[in-house]
């Protein structure tokens, strides 16, 4: 039996051994990990929990991330509870069996310190890891801050192994700003994490051997339609699990979380929409431009995917400009938060102009000024009733100004 | 509501089946009940569901087939722990066949069949077996 861990009631913790500690909360059956950096402390941490009599369970050292995500497909499947940690390069490794393990339905953990993708080789965070796994199948969980990445790794294990859900889950933090950024971390007490999270519930266990099972058959055009849609259906309909999750977690910490995240929201005129970090940034900025008379809020998603598409609508239905900020290149077009919250907005029946700002990429800070010249950019449009400047922009880039449409 | 695919009969009903009747996963159960000692059964007597291979016969992919010529076969079971079809028909040791619903002709049994000639050939899928056998080859000579 692991030896429980004595816990302050206030730890100064980074976002990495938040993440770690929840998951030795989480008594978990398989880790399967390959370190990169900034997750590398996660899976670190938890090795030690392990080595000194913390964990429980089993911790395999694979040869790649590849096979970091397909030992954790195959625990799973073999009925227990089953997580890892990883970043950029060994996310995009890992791509192959994400898709495996959203289709499988298996409800594996992935803490991802989200971070930049080469080239150019860089350890820094963005959110390209975080946007190129966003059509994987996983539920997405957001977090700003280490407290957050704490508590959402927890809710993770709950929501996707609800019998009515059953998928993986990714909970994103920010690569170095939160990841190694000390802050203060409420935790629970090791036995209420426990009790929160509960008993794994295998489903189809492979280690069930008097009933033989197949998991990752193949399924042509006769099957293969079919099990996406129900793969997608119980995607969509996972929003109430969530939810439930997050009242439940709020009941016993009184920290609140919602699919959408919003700041100062009721009364906005302009609001920057943005995840990660940059968040608790544009907080600061909206405050100070709530000093000079400008509306200010801000929009983030908790949950991305499923996409909280009637949430948006609504927090947005009275804001005259919204910037979306899109921390990862955006490939030949707007930036994925342009796309979907444009459309979240079209399809409710508003126009207000929606503006792309292209920031952080590879670990670039974007300080408070930045932000308040996007608000200052929001309030001219929301006067004009228009757009005024170019709809895509490149916030704290050198060189000659850059913008398209 | 998923349906529970070892109750279904016909693997054409499985086909026939929606998006909502379907395991989340596709995960397909191999036995219609549960089996606590498999390797005891015979083959004959498990209770296959309908989504195991067993029930998917596809020997009319095969282009060429192996022919079991008993004379020559020492039982030495190599074909049997060989095949990936699970194919060659085994009881007690002793070798019986070759199961033709399941077996794509892949050649492997022939290849290693240690016998002198060997015990298992491969010969055009329209020949009949009994042709096939009366043409087989002598032993080889060591040179």
């Not at chain 1, 609001?271 to 008379?293: H, P």
């Not at chain 2, 067993?54 to 079991?68: A, C, S």
Request: hydrophobic share 40%; charged share 25%.
């Amino acid at each position: 039996m692991a030896k429980k861990y004595e816990l302050n009631e206030v730890e100064v913790w980074d976002g990495n051994m938040a993440a770690a500690h929840a998951l030795r909360q989480a008594d978990i059956d398989i880790v399967a990990a390959y370190p990169i950096t900034p997750s590398t402390p996660i899976v670190q941490n938890y090795s030690k929990f392990l080595a000194d009599g913390y964990v429980d369970g089993e911790f395999i050292m694979v040869e790649s991330e590849h096979s970091a995500m397909s030992g954790c497909v195959a625990a799973s499947a073999a009925g227990v509870r089953a997580a890892t940690a990883t970043s950029s390069q060994g996310f995009a490794l890992m791509v192959e069996v994400l898709y495996q393990a959203s289709g499988m339905r298996l409800p594996i953990v992935l803490t991802v310190v989200n971070r930049a993708l080469a080239a150019p080789l860089n350890v820094n965070g963005d959110h390209s890891d975080m946007y190129l796994g966003r059509d994987a199948g996983w539920i997405n969980l957001c977090s700003y801050n280490p407290q957050e990445a704490y508590d959402l790794t927890l809710m993770a294990f709950r929501i996707g192994e609800d019998l009515n859900v059953r998928l993986p889950v990714m909970v994103h933090q920010d690569g170095f700003i939160c990841s190694h950024t000390a802050q203060n971390v409420r935790p629970l007490q090791d036995e209420e994490a426990r009790e929160f999270v509960g008993e794994f519930k295998p489903v189809n266990s492979m280690l069930d051997v008097a009933n033989p099972v197949t998991h990752g058959v193949q399924t042509e055009e006769d099957w293969h339609f079919e099990h996406k849609a129900r793969q997608h259906n119980d995607l969509m309909n996972s929003m109430k699990t969530i939810n439930e999750v997050f009242a439940e977690f709020k009941d016993r910490t009184g920290r609140e979380y919602t699919p959408v995240y919003t700041y100062k929201m009721d009364d906005a005129d302009v609001a920057i929409f943005a995840l990660g970090t940059t968040v608790e940034s544009a907080r600061i900025a909206a405050d100070q431009m709530r000093q000079k008379g400008i509306k200010a809020g801000v929009v983030s998603l908790r949950v991305l995917r499923p996409f909280p598409f009637k949430e948006v609508q609504e927090v947005l239905s009275n804001v005259k400009a919204v910037a979306t900020l899109d921390r990862s290149a955006p490939g030949g077009t707007f930036g994925m938060l342009f796309n979907e919250i444009s459309a979240a907005l079209l399809a409710g029946g508003k126009k207000p102009v929606v503006l792309n700002y292209i920031y952080g990429l590879g670990g670039r800070d974007t300080t408070i000024n930045m932000l308040k010249e996007v608000y200052e950019d929001l309030d001219k449009c929301a006067k004009a009733g228009e757009a005024v400047v170019p709809l895509q922009q490149f916030l704290g880039l050198r060189g000659p100004k850059l913008s398209f449409y | 509501m998923a349906k529970d695919l070892k109750e279904i009969k016909d693997i054409e009903e499985i086909k026939e089946l929606g998006w909502d009747e379907l395991l989340p996963g596709a995960a397909l159960f191999s036995f219609r009940e549960p089996v606590e000692d498999v390797a005891e059964i015979p083959m004959e007597e498990r209770p296959y569901a309908p989504t195991n291979s067993h029930e998917w016969q596809v020997g009319d992919w095969r282009v060429e087939k192996p022919v079991y010529n008993r004379d020559y076969c020492i039982d030495c079971q190599f074909c049997w722990v060989f095949c990936p079809d699970m194919s060659i028909l085994s009881r007690d040791k002793k070798m019986i066949g070759v199961v033709y619903e399941h077996c794509k002709g892949c050649g492997i049994c022939v290849e290693v069949c240690p016998t002198n000639p060997k015990s298992l050939l491969m010969f055009p899928e329209h020949m009949d077996n009994q042709e096939a056998l009366a043409m087989w080859p002598k032993k080889e000579e060591k040179k």
